[in-house]
């Protein structure tokens, strides 16, 4: 079975890898939530699927809430058997299963071959499909990032698994929500929903997750959604449609209506730009730009070059080094004068607290002799 390689967790490589594995284009797309609010569940509806990334930790793997149980028969479940599969493994576990809530979305005849052809299989069997499907691989692979050196076989099991992150996914079936994760023996049961309402369920589980974590704070959630595109298209083709409905002497209705479509337009312009990026952004992390680095490096050394860059990257951070030094002297003499300052501002408090008191002794004893003078002369 050929290697699987760490790819990174972003919109634009999760919606190509979906287009990548078959679905059919312009149907779904997948976007970053940066807020657990449920506001911001609502602005993606509808939402298909979450796929959530976080740090893993056995010990608190084993006692995730939920009911692992043996899967239903019309549940596409497989065990992760491949190492640095677990991100592809949780975008298809959506996509196959989404006929049972979703039955508009059209995944495509590949994927959907593939889940008829593994339909019986145990979830074991399932995981080794996956891994041995030359497409999923190299859908995945695509988004790998290069490496300059070459390991021997192994060296990756000697990870700090302190630095290992885990993809699950979640969506409803069957008025359930269940969770997909492949380093378990079989789904995760969590509480009963509705089509309306499972994000919200699903958002408090996410939620109740990461507070188990404590003070980490590197997560990362992904939502598969309708395209955005056509989900913004359709909102101005409805409102034109009202519209034209509308008599020309409602101005404040047909005023209303164009102020909705301008902030459409907006948004499809942004929408259509971020696309685009996501496309310039793909093509440079499938590109490797290692040999033109070290060709640079070859061709900077053989004219020349490299000696002089390498003594102005000294002289620079000689310069910066003696700026920081410079920098955190004015600090520390600043800091000793503000000492000082406060210092003789309190010993100026206490000298005129001690004239203060004297003076009010004196006319204390002032007043009692002018009194007692007073008492001798009646």
Known sequence: MDSWSTIESDPG???EMI?????????IQAEELFSFDEESFNDLQPIYGLVFLFKWDPKLHIVNKGTVVDPPDEVFFAKQIVQNACATQAILSILLNLENSFPEIDIGTHLTNFKSFTKDFPPDLKGNAIGDHDLFRE???NFARPEPFIYEQGDEDDADDSELYHFVSFLPINGILFEFDGLKSGPILHENCTLENWTEVARKVIIERTQMFGTE???NLMAIVKNRVTVLNEKINELKS???KIT???ESALSEIDSELETLEILLSSEEDKRKN?????VRRQHNYIPFFINLLKISAQN???ENMEKKAKQEAELKEMQEKSKEKDEKEKSNEDEKKDEKEKDNQMDQEKKEDEKEKDDEKDNQMDQEKKDDDQ
């Open 13 to 15: 490589v999760f919606t």
């Open 19 to 27: 287009e990548g594995f078959g679905v059919v284009k312009d149907q």
């Open 139 to 141: 859908v995945h692979n």
């Open 217 to 219: 704070i590197r997560f």
């Open 242 to 244: 009202q519209k034209e």
């Open 248 to 250: 020309d002497d409602n």
């Open 278 to 282: 996501w496309k310039i952004e793909n």
């Open 304 to 306: 020349g070059f490299l």
